[in-house]
């Protein structure tokens, strides 16, 4: 399990070069986790691999796999479920920040394409919207030869900026979808918390199944600082000193009331969230996935 760990360790995946290697070695490490994990009977109903066995085809064996693990695995599939997944990212501004070496942002994209190419994987369609206060490019959800590196291409390149907004985009966005589907929402959610339950909801609406992964970095979940700081608005021009031990007690409650409100909204709506902290391996966030994708199918 450690070495599949440190396979989905965010930090040793910006070390990687190309988006389409970083997915293939998250999703692989992931797999190959699952059968040396408790969870090696989870019922994964994509791409799961078991021993090969003589009589197998040996097309099929995944050499990667073998080349970790000295072991000889082969892939199955399952019939097309024809699942229609959008992920919608955030690219505001507040998703560069990163008190560790690494912005929400990185993570979120790594989070982004290691899902997608999950889903991918299991001959399901995937696609990507990015927003910020507007919608900035829409991918259609497809599961065409080709499409899913053009998701990963795209996210090589992604920046974020502007501030976040999250009530119209969402709107729009939900409107663009007619088709039936699971949304998976990756953000910060740096924003008013009843706008973005009011997005959610209009998603419910049309009948979508949805996934939030609240992405947040470590300091911004326990305030660590002890010196007396300059805080910078990401997403405008403001900036203060303060000495963390007069306004620590505040934000900390104001981030919990936040947080609540969101978890609270979104299971009357019967939402999903999970929070994701931006040092944690990638692993909970698409164990997450497959526990929801179980439970619907």
Not at 41 to 48: H, I, L, Q, R, T
Not at 124 to 142: A, E, F, K, P
Not at 210 to 235: Q, R, S
Request: net charge neutral; with cysteine; charged share 25%.
């Amino acid at each position: 399990m450690a070495n599949q760990i440190r396979f989905l360790d965010p930090k040793i995946l910006s070390k990687i070069s190309g988006m389409e290697l970083r997915a293939r070695t998250v999703v692989e490490g992931f797999i190959y986790g699952l059968h040396r994990s408790p969870y090696r009977g989870f019922s994964v109903e994509f791409a799961e691999y078991r021993e090969y066995t003589p009589g197998d085809d040996i097309r099929h064996i995944d050499w990667k796999v073998y080349a970790r693990s000295d072991r000889y695995y082969v892939k199955e599939f399952e019939e097309e479920t024809n699942l229609n997944c959008h992920i919608l990212l955030d690219t505001s501004a507040s998703m560069n920040y990163g008190g560790n070496g690494l912005s929400k942002l990185e993570y979120a994209s790594y989070l982004t394409a290691s899902l997608g190419y999950m889903i991918f994987q299991q001959r399901d369609g995937v696609g990507l919207i990015t927003y910020d206060n507007q919608i900035n490019q829409i991918i259609h959800s497809r599961n065409k030869k080709g499409h899913m590196l053009s998701i990963l291409r795209y996210l090589e390149k992604i920046e974020a900026a502007n501030e976040s907004e999250m009530s119209m985009p969402l709107h729009q966005i939900a409107e663009t979808i007619n088709k039936k589907g699971l949304i998976i929402l990756i953000s910060d959610l740096l924003d008013d918390p009843a706008a973005i339950l009011r997005g959610l909801q209009h998603f419910r609406f049309k009948g979508h199944d949805v996934i939030i992964f609240h992405i947040m970095d470590e300091t911004e979940l326990t305030f660590p600082f002890k010196n007396a700081t300059k805080f910078v608005d990401m997403e405008g021009d403001s900036q203060f000193m303060a000495i963390p031990s007069l306004v620590r007690d505040n934000y900390m409650k104001k981030l919990r009331a936040h947080m609540s409100w969101l978890k609270r909204g979104c299971g009357r709506m019967h939402v999903d969230y999970h929070l994701l902290e931006t040092s944690k391996p990638l692993d909970f966030a698409l164990f997450s996935y497959l526990n929801h994708r179980s439970r619907k199918d």
